[in-house]
């Protein structure tokens, strides 16, 4: 059975390529930086399942420090000119469209294809892990595409890809440290504080109150600890099934549904959501970090209102 | 309650802009510690969470694959073609993309497209290069349309994936629901994830028919 270790396996590799090549890049003033960065990012995909609990956290801190006392730079690894890609493209036309539409295809293939497969009575992918698993894969068949069709250097796909990551940097690992973040405060019972204080001081007596408090919280928790899993079991717990449902006699299918939706309106406007919000930006090099948070409030505030108009409505029929 | 201080840095560490990283690792020790945790065990909680969230980075290996067709001129070719519909401005692209995103995330195809795989090659290059017709882009306008494409892309994802049943939202409400014994079929969750979406899609899209209109507006 292919599992996450497979794909794991392959991203280190990818991260040690871009770590070796760091170190070669003398365009960059800080290119052992760069490369200690990624070098350690490989390490984590290669091998953190043998450095244990603490030599994982010490690998993080050493991350932290890199990124917080500026030691990352942006490499320069030689790529096309702007004039060359203008006569690439005209050259290769829609052909490079080709292997862009190839990467959701072999998602879909593997999704719907390879996911039911059987292989001697075991699934051939992992059935938890079948999107992230198909997706790796498609990131493979479409590079060597691209590298048939096009023919594009060998090593270009790691030069590039570099190129990529060094201009995402240091926000790259946000994410994934969010969620390390989100472990440590269920560990200390982060959300069950926040949930006791909100029905504790809030009145929620009437219909229309509990509603707007479960929606707008489902938002506000949300922003605070970056994704909406994180509150909703806390604030159904706490408002949308003693209250809402049982109380009210509230359908449990509307209050869950709009109640998770307006958590992602939430999510819509939370740093917190690195890699909806704040890698966006770093790969697109916007110059403001909170660029698309600003962009998304405004439809994230009339579609909360129109959640709790939805539920008001909806789950009291 | 001085757990909650933890959050409290978070919110101030965003708000004066501190390096994210750091921010994260300093709420981390403030909630751990004030919960009564060691140095140490918050850090071993930390490392270990952070080993088993690694999927969350497997999703960067779309990178290579977009480079090398940056590097053979994908974003020019996205642009050339935009540029032969004379027709087409940036509010509809970017609205047919909303539209897009969020049939295809709704049937569960949710990875087929992305910030990286599809924004930044494709989908941002053409609302710039329709945007660019009406008149020379100054690098701010050039940022918004940047932003808005991304944000497209993130609204076209939330309210469209809650459709699909399978789906790791819908699968965490049945959960939910059972361990209070409510016995649900997911397919109740995600029908009543469509009016929703159907009101994202009627706001977004109106906001980007307006914001194609003062880009159009600029040029005049």
């Not at chain 2, 690098?139 to 994802?157: E, F, I, M």
Request: hydrophobic share 55%; net charge positive; proline share 6%.
């Amino acid at each position: 059975m292919i599992g996450l270790s497979a794909v794991y396996a392959l991203a280190g590799l990818v991260f040690a390529a871009f770590a070796v090549f760091s170190a070669m890049d003398r365009a960059n003033g800080k290119r052992f930086g760069n490369a200690v960065f990624w070098g350690l990012v490989a390490t984590s995909f290669l091998a953190g399942d043998r450095l244990g609990d603490v030599g994982n956290g010490v690998l993080v801190l050493a991350l932290t420090l890199i990124a917080g006392l500026g030691l990352l730079g942006r490499g320069q690894p030689a790529t096309t000119s702007p004039e060359q890609r203008q006569a690439l493209a005209e050259r290769f036309g829609n052909r490079l469209f080709v292997p862009a539409l190839t990467l959701p295809l072999v998602v879909i293939l593997g999704v719907l294809v390879l996911k039911p497969l059987q292989v001697g009575g075991q699934p051939l992918l992992d059935p938890k892990q079948a999107t992230l698993i198909s997706l790796a894969l498609a990131a493979v068949v479409s590079v060597a595409v691209a590298l048939l069709l096009l023919r594009q250097p060998p090593v270009s796909p790691l030069q590039e890809g570099r190129r990529l990551m060094d201009t995402v940097g240091w926000a790259a690992l946000l994410p994934q440290m969010l969620a390390a973040l989100g472990a440590v405060f269920a560990l200390a019972h982060v959300g069950d504080l926040i949930g006791q204080l909100v029905t504790q001081w809030i009145p929620l007596d009437t219909r229309l109150a509990a509603v707007a408090v479960y929606c707008l919280g489902m938002a506000g928790f949300t922003m605070v600890m970056g994704n909406a899993f994180a509150a909703f079991p806390v604030l159904t717990a706490g408002i949308g099934l003693p209250i809402l449902i049982n109380r009210f006699g509230g359908d449990p299918a509307v209050v869950c549904s709009i109640g998770m939706l307006s958590g992602f309106c939430g999510t819509l406007m939370t740093p917190l959501a690195a890699n909806f919000n704040l890698v966006p930006p770093a790969l697109l090099e916007l110059e403001d970090r909170y660029a698309v948070i600003k962009a998304q409030v405004p439809t994230a505030l009339p579609l909360l209102i129109v959640n709790v108009v939805l539920m008001y409505v909806l789950a009291f029929r | 309650m001085l757990t909650l201080l933890g959050v409290a840095a978070v919110i101030v560490g965003f708000a004066v802009r501190l390096n994210p990283l750091l921010v994260v690792v300093l709420a981390a020790f403030t909630t751990g510690i004030f919960a009564g945790l060691s140095p140490i065990e918050v850090l071993a909680a930390f490392g270990k969470a952070f080993n088993e969230n690694r999927y969350v980075s497997a999703a960067y290996l779309v990178l290579p694959m977009v480079g090398v067709l940056e590097r053979a001129g994908l974003q020019e070719r996205a642009r050339a073609l935009i540029l032969r519909f004379q027709g087409v401005s940036a509010g509809p692209i970017l609205v047919g993309y909303l539209g897009l995103r969020q049939i295809t995330s709704a049937l569960g195809l949710t990875s087929i497209a992305g910030q990286a795989q599809s924004v930044r090659p494709l989908v941002a290059p053409m609302a710039e290069a329709a945007a660019e017709r009406d008149g020379p882009l100054d690098p701010g306008v050039r940022q918004s349309v940047r932003a808005y494409a991304a944000a497209t892309d993130n609204v076209g994802l939330f309210f469209g994936e809650d459709i699909f049943i399978a789906i790791g939202s819908i699968l965490l409400m049945v959960g939910f629901l059972a361990a209070s014994g409510i016995v649900m079929d997911p397919i109740h969750l995600s029908l009543w994830a469509i009016p929703t979406a159907i009101a994202a899609f009627l706001i977004h899209g109106a906001r980007l028919i307006l914001f194609g209109r003062r880009l159009k507006g600029r040029a005049a």
